[in-house]
Nanobody
Framework: QAQFIESGGGSVQAGGSLSLSCAAS????????MGWFRQAPGKEREFVVA???????YYRDSVKGRFTISRDNEKNTVYLQMDSLKPEDTAVYLC???????????????WGQGTQVTVSS
């Protein structure tokens, strides 16, 4: 049984916006931190943002003020609104869950399949 249902992403010009969503099973959503990592071609996976069950959030410095994570407890879903996108944001974005603050790959319990985000200049 899939642990995540990921959606969103796509292509946009610099300065534009995209959104991602990640629906998890109730057993995951209510117990673990959830968030996103991203991986650009030829680069290692890097932390982007995380949110825990109490609503605490943690952002990568380079996305602060541009990305916003939110949660819908009725739908067991986390959302990532990405505004003022830059070409360097181009990557596959992977939904994850694990141990707060979820900032390192070793804190991740499971990785989603990922969705492509492409920002052109």
């Amino acid at each position: 049984q899939a642990q995540f249902i990921e959606s969103g992403g796509g292509s946009v010009q610099a300065g534009g916006s995209l959104s991602l969503s990640c629906a998890a099973s109730e057993g995951i959503y209510g117990r673990y931190a959830m968030g996103w990592f991203r991986q650009a071609p030829g680069k290692e996976r890097e932390f982007v943002v995380a949110s825990n069950w109490s609503g605490r959030t943690y952002y990568r410095d380079s996305v602060k003020g541009r990305f916003t994570i939110s949660r819908d407890n009725e739908k067991n879903t986390v959302y990532l609104q990405m505004d003022s996108l830059k070409p360097e944001d181009t990557a596959v974005y992977l939904c994850v869950y694990g141990v707060w603050p979820l900032t390192r790959p070793t804190m991740v319990n499971s990785w989603g399949q990922g969705t492509q985000v492409t920002v052109s200049s």
